[in-house]
């Protein structure tokens, strides 16, 4: 089995939460490797919908957000990217304020194709929503940083 490379997870995280969207809603991975994720987003007045209830698009993002970064890592061509194919989701519980933690992990990889599960949860491990989303490997797509990445798995 792959080791991943501490550096590659390091840079990436560093890469995705620093990108526009992941900023907007204040999310950020936490912790990246084979099969899993954790993405958090610290709840604020932004994310509340005009009820006082945290959004449902905010839940949808955090799902796909973390089932993609589960599926991420195991794709073998650094030089590959990911799209979300789907996004299915049950929302289970409100949340207001406070902390949404996703634990992203993948069920199958494929060679074009890959399906993983996301559970958020608040601070207190109360489940909030869940969701699965169907993923597919875009050769040629992968992440360009400047400077490059370093390799994503040790030799």
Sequence with gaps: MKKPNPEYVKRIKEFV????????????????????????????????????????????????????WAFFYEIEDQNAGATSVDLKLNYLAPAMSGRLIARGHQIKHGKTLGYAEARVTDENSKV????????????????????????????
């Design 17 to 68: 939460n620093s990108s526009p969207y992941f900023s907007l809603l204040a999310m950020k991975i936490l912790d990246i490797g084979m099969g899993f994720s954790v993405v958090e987003i610290d709840l604020d007045q932004k994310h509340l919908q005009p009820f006082g209830l945290v959004h449902g698009g905010v839940f949808a993002s955090i799902i796909d957000a973390a089932a993609f």
């Design 128 to 155: 909030l929503a869940h969701g699965t989303s169907t993923l597919m490997i875009m050769p040629g797509k992968g992440i360009t940083a400047d400077p490059p990445l370093p390799a994503k798995f040790l030799k």
